[in-house]
């Protein structure tokens, strides 16, 4: 049984949508932030990091939105989330996987603190660039690898959501059409029913 460490207002909403998406029998584990539980010593055994999302697989854990991602994308393929591992686009699947966490996160967290970390020690370079390349790969669409939904599209997908609410990127008419085209999936309705349900009982 697959099993969520998850709390909604964290990043483990991606993990939990990727569950939906992936169509396997999955439980939750409600970790309260304000309560501080991801920092208790049981906790902590799990992830020494106090963070979640953490999911296990019987006796595998694994921790990081991208890297659990990764994980139930090459486990489970019948739910088609990620190209074979000798298929020519894993390359481009690949490179958005990583792009996430070592490009697009951190160029969001330069434009909401308005601050410039100079682009010789930043291995994302400049926001504007990175902005531009995922714009030159959304703008043909519909998804990162063309006709092709993935596991990238619900980590990308869900950073650019995230990252729109709060007013971090700019509402590029590239990135506005990808969400609402992410919020039509029915594992993303389902998955965000889930969570409302969730915070409301």
Known sequence: M????????????????????????????????????NKAPEFLKINPMGKIPVLRDDEAVVTEAPAILTFLADKYPKARLAPAIDAPERARYLKWMFFYGSCFEPACIDLSMKRETPPSMAGWGQPADVLDTLSAALIPGPWLLGERFSAADVLIGSGVRYMLGFKVLPERPEYLDYVKRLEARPAHQAARAADEKRLSG
């Open 2 to 37: 697959l099993t969520l460490y998850h709390n909604p207002h964290s990043r483990s909403q991606i993990v939990h949508y990727m569950l939906h998406e992936l169509g396997e029998p999955f439980e939750i584990v409600p970790i309260d932030l304000q309560k501080k539980e």
